[in-house]
């Protein structure tokens, strides 16, 4: 009896492992397919996001709104007419800073031509000296790259408005994904609780209630940061007399929800303005010294004091995730990277609180 017993637990275990190396072959399958689909479909799925988590971060709103009886047609008016003044501010920088850059652009092409001349020839005079020759792959001539009528940073600007139109039909998906989200919200909570049960329901509303928290104070916390340090930087522009202003200011704003790298870049961009206006020189010295402390004041000081661990993700994971979302999605992946990564380890959490992924992605 006791070796029927045995035999019956050693099935067991044996068909428990078995299904375990099954699951974990289907993920590792099913892993390369979503990556696929959401790479295809990211001209979907990047609207789709955004308008989700614009929906979080107009949730206060709306709840109130709710609470006052105020009906869903009026709160669906006053969130589009919200966004319609904010996309016109956004609208009328965004023209302001391409205006300046197309008429003042022309004068630093030549003295970036310039710079990029002496850096070489830095550079082969150093290679001289030391007796090392610098030699040049044969298929890269770098003359063109400094050839003026090879490459011109004006054409390069309105070669970018060109995409002007697939922003608008981008911005034109995320408002009608947000209109549908806010929209359905309210009968959403119903169709969960007829089609899994109050208990359940109510578990799948709390996990989307942490989610939303979450990335709320994720996106509102950054956005002034992110402000705070475009204001501080524009005012050692000003002080410097600096040119670009506005367009630098948009990109430190900007820049500073990419994480790590974001910052580097942004503060890179005004001292290389400030370098090819003033040339190397004690202005250079001191605005890089300036930015540099700007970012790691807000950036490293204030900014982790104020969020805390509260999207509790471990730093190689923010690192792993830019480069993961950014290949998938580009540009508006890295910056969404973070809290879309928080949003998955909040759902592996839920379904399963000891998975191994959630376990590497924390950062307990």
Request: proline content about 4%.
């Amino acid at each position: 009896m006791t070796n029927d017993k045995n035999r019956s637990f050693e099935i067991m275990t044996t068909s428990e492992r078995e299904l375990r190396w099954i699951r974990y072959l289907l993920i590792v399958i099913a892993l390369p397919v979503a990556a696929l689909i959401l790479k295809t479909l990211q001209g979907i799925f990047i609207p789709l996001v955004i308008a989700i988590f614009l929906s979080f971060l107009f949730a206060p709103l709306i709840n109130k709104l709710k609470e006052k009886k105020v009906p869903i047609i009026v709160i669906i008016a006053i969130i589009m007419l919200v966004l319609f003044i904010s996309f016109l501010i956004i609208s009328s920088l965004l023209y302001s800073a391409a205006e300046s850059l197309v008429t003042g652009l022309p004068k630093y092409q030549e003295k970036f031509y310039y710079l990029i001349e002496s850096i070489i020839t830095w550079g082969q005079q150093l290679g001289e000296r030391m007796n090392v020759a610098l030699e040049i792959a044969p298929e890269f001539d770098y003359q063109r790259l400094i050839d003026p009528g090879s490459f011109s940073i004006t054409k390069m600007v309105s070669d970018t408005m060109g995409g002007f139109i697939s922003l608008l039909w981008n911005i034109f998906l995320v408002l009608v994904f947000l209109l549908f989200l806010v929209s359905g919200a309210t009968s959403m909570e119903t169709r969960l609780k007829n089609a899994l049960g109050e208990d359940q329901q109510q578990r799948n509303v709390d996990t989307i209630n942490r989610i939303q928290s979450q990335i709320q104070k994720y996106l509102i916390t950054k956005t002034w940061i992110s402000a705070a340090t475009a204001i501080v930087g524009a005012i050692w522009m000003w002080i410097l007399d600096i040119d670009f202003i506005l367009v630098s200011a948009l990109l430190l704003f900007a820049l500073n929800f990419i994480p790590n790298i974001g910052s580097i870049i942004s503060s890179s961009i005004p001292s290389l303005i400030c370098l090819l206006q003033y040339g190397f020189g004690y202005k250079v010295i001191i605005f890089a010294v300036l930015i540099t402390a700007t970012q790691m004041l807000f950036g490293n000081i204030i900014e982790p004091q104020v969020q805390g661990d509260r999207l509790n993700l471990a730093p190689i994971m923010v690192l792993i995730s830019l480069i993961l979302w950014g290949w998938l999605w580009g540009i508006p992946g890295m910056f969404i990277s973070v809290p879309l990564t928080s949003a998955i380890n909040i759902i592996l959490k839920e379904i399963n609180p000891n998975n191994v992924v959630s376990a590497l992605i924390s950062g307990e």
